[in-house]
């Protein structure tokens, strides 16, 4: 994570030592880290994050640590593009105020909204754009607690039934339910991750790629532990 964030950015004149304490550099001539936006993922809150904020802060003293606070818990069950729109709504005076570029950083649900977030929005100014354990290619998941939570009568194999229905689709986890049994069912009821994924035509695909290719560095983080994504590899 200390590589991904970078190093501080640059000032245009040295200041006086008395300066830099509020940057946290520490070196003469150089000034505060990029700003780091994180989004929660399904269920979470940003109470969530205090210790990943606990850290970054530690690492890079002095460093801008945002959580969005918004489609929390319960709410993040919300369609996936109407947590777009209000995350972007969000993310915009951050983006604004500043001048060099932020980190976006998206936990799980979280991390495939900030990519849609970025192919949607022509003039954001991320630069690097940090995926932890999120579903890029959906979820065709094991019958995890969450799951059997949300929709106890249905079993992994059978959530198709409900998922790609105009009803699912208002789901934010039927947003990227991704079963390969039923493919063309998914291809052609899936409003939000066949189209991001550009596994169906649509008219803005080119733009889409054109924007979220204005960030510089992209990581995407899972594992094998992971419990929940399923599979891991998405």
Known sequence: LLWLLGP???LPLP???RFLGGFGAGVAGQGPFRPVVIVHGLFDSPSDFRHLRQFINESHPGTEVTVLDLFDRGASLRPLWLQVAGFRQALAPIMAN??????LLGYSQGGLICRALLATTPDHNV?????LAAPQMGQYGADTDYLKWLFPRHMKSNLYRLCYTPLGQGVSICNYWNDPHHRDLYL???DFLALLND???HPNASEWKRN???IQRLVLIGGPDDGV???WQS
Do not use: D, K
């Not at 630069?127 to 995926?131: A, H, V």
């Open 98 to 103: 500043a001048a060099h570029g932020v980190h």
């Open 229 to 231: 994504i399923t599979p």
């Open 188 to 190: 052609n009821s899936s």
């Open 212 to 214: 979220l290719l204005r």
């Open 199 to 201: 596994e169906r035509l």
């Open 8 to 10: 501080p950015l640059p």
């Open 15 to 17: 200041l006086p030592r």
């Open 127 to 131: 630069r690097s754009f940090i995926s």
